[in-house]
Every structure is written in C-alpha cells, then in structure tokens.
C-alpha cells in the first residue's frame, strides 16, 4: 500500500472503526465508517486523496497516543 500520506489502514467490522496510521506516526480512530468505505479505501489508487475526499470530515474521529 504505497502512499505518502497513510501508512496503514486497519478495519474493524463490528466496531465500524477505520484506524488509519499516517506516515508521521500518528494513528486515528475514524467512527462509525461503513465496510463500504474501508473498501473503497483500500482498492483506491491514492489513499490520501480518498481519505480527504470521503472519510475527513464526514466521520467523527479520537486521535490515539
């Protein structure tokens, strides 16, 4: 999953948590995404945009530590 932005994306189905780690480390939670999304997300050809585009500011988010 090359991408200058995300460095790995992790899903949870019964939760509908999408865990994105960025490239700088930091990890987020994003709530209540739909499996539709996360897949979306994984078959797109530039995960930054995709996150920007269709998951920033469409779903409440917690910032991990």
Known sequence: ??????A???YDPKSLILRITYTSGQVYDYLHVPASIYEAMKKSGSKG???NKFIKGHYPF???T
């Open 1 to 6: 999953m090359p991408s200058s932005v995300v």
């Open 8 to 10: 790995h994306i992790d």
């Open 62 to 64: 917690k910032k991990l």
């Open 49 to 51: 945009i995709y996150l």
